[in-house]
């Protein structure tokens, strides 16, 4: 087994499947055994978890070089919440670096701007479901 947690913590992207059904990859911040999507009018994905709230997220790497093969799968119903900036900056810092000055302007603008004006919110979702597996092989 490997340690899920560390796995999760890595700048990876998951997929997110909705009623559709859509999917969707994203960024996303594993913390306190939940899934954290930032998202916002920009995107579909708040309105589709409003109208049916049960998703589906997968996190996986695959390096045939390395054998390297993990996988994490969960399924559970997920909430619109409203945007906290310290979970932003702790889900944009994952991705694109400490240094928030270097960022695109739109993600520094996530943090700045009033995210009841911008519509930013948070799907959360805590598996009901979850399943991680290592599939490494030898090469």
């Known amino acids: 087994m490997f340690d899920v ?35 916002g009018p920009w995107a579909r994905l708040a309105g589709l ?12 790497v695959c390096d045939v070089g390395t054998g390297l093969v993990r996988q994490v799968l969960a399924r559970g119903e997920a909430e619109v919440l409203p945007f906290d900036v310290p979970r ?10 400490r240094d928030e000055h270097k960022w695109d302007a739109r993600f520094r603008s996530y943090l700045h701007d009033d995210p009841e004006v911008k519509g930013t919110v948070w799907v959360r979702m805590v598996p009901k479901r979850f399943v991680a597996e290592d599939l490494g092989y030898r090469v």
């Open 5 to 39: 947690d560390e796995f999760l913590a890595g700048p990876l992207t998951a997929r997110v499947a909705t009623a559709g059904p859509t999917v969707r990859p994203t960024w996303y911040l594993w913390e306190k055994r939940a899934f954290w999507i930032l998202t």
């Open 49 to 60: 978890v409003r109208e049916s709230p049960s998703i589906a997220v997968t996190v996986d």
């Open 88 to 97: 932003g900056r702790r889900l944009l810092s994952r991705y694109l670096g």
